[in-house]
């Protein structure tokens, strides 16, 4: 899950907050995964020389109170080429209980912002030299997108914690690029939910770089 199978993050995820009491429905979810790994031993993610030029580009997802705590999960991923596999995704729960869909998007975008910034030091550093400055960014919630690049604090949003609104000053830098995306074309959502098996099917071929 954490190296060559990101199509699994999600279950994964979700299967590791219940391994100190583990119930029937946690037993036959993980048969579940166990079935679904054997009819796709052979997924593999994909890295090919691409015409494009490189370019750091990601996608971040939330999905609003779904667990049992009412805490929403963050998810993650982050290509260098449109038709290359994923080389970072993560989902995770987030730490505090978001009061609405766009305060839970605006965590999952701070927790991507920050992996974002790790990944253009990191590239920077084994390739010597800056070619990486700015890292695009999509987001499938315009809420969010506004109270990013909006610093003014206003009733729904005075309450977030400072430490969410870091992404403000990495816009007004220049590090980080916002694009909105529609979420029938977010591929993170994959790591917030469970998905359908067509879309499953549609966002596997893009997440392993299998995309004809």
Not at 32 to 42: C, D, E, I, Q, S
Not at 83 to 100: C, E, N
Not at 115 to 138: D, P, R, W, Y
Not at 169 to 187: A, D, H, K, P, T
């Amino acid at each position: 899950m954490t190296a060559t199978r990101p199509d699994l993050c999600y279950i994964v995820a979700k299967l590791s907050q219940h391994m100190a009491k583990p119930t029937v429905r946690h037993h036959t979810m993980a048969k579940h995964v166990l079935r679904y790994l054997k009819g796709t031993a052979n997924q593999i993610l994909v890295f090919k020389k691409s015409a494009e030029p490189l370019a750091l580009f990601g996608l971040c997802d939330a999905d609003w109170g779904n667990s049992e705590d009412r805490r929403s999960i963050s998810g993650y991923c982050f290509q260098l080429s449109v038709d290359g596999p994923l080389i970072s995704w993560k989902s995770t729960k987030q730490r505090t209980v978001a009061l609405s869909t766009c305060e839970a998007e605006y965590m999952a975008l701070a927790t991507a912002t920050q992996e974002a910034k790790f990944l253009t030091q990191l590239l920077n550093s084994m390739i010597g030299c800056k070619l990486f400055s700015c890292v695009t960014l999509h987001c499938d919630n315009q809420g969010t997108l506004a109270l990013a690049k909006n610093p003014v604090q206003h009733q729904g949003s005075k309450h977030i914690d400072i430490r969410y609104h870091f992404i403000r000053s990495e816009i007004q830098e220049g590090s980080v690029q916002l694009v909105y995306v529609m979420s029938e074309e977010n591929v993170a959502d994959i790591f917030t939910k469970p998905m359908t098996k067509f879309k499953l099917v549609k966002f596997t071929d893009q997440i392993m770089g299998c995309q004809s």
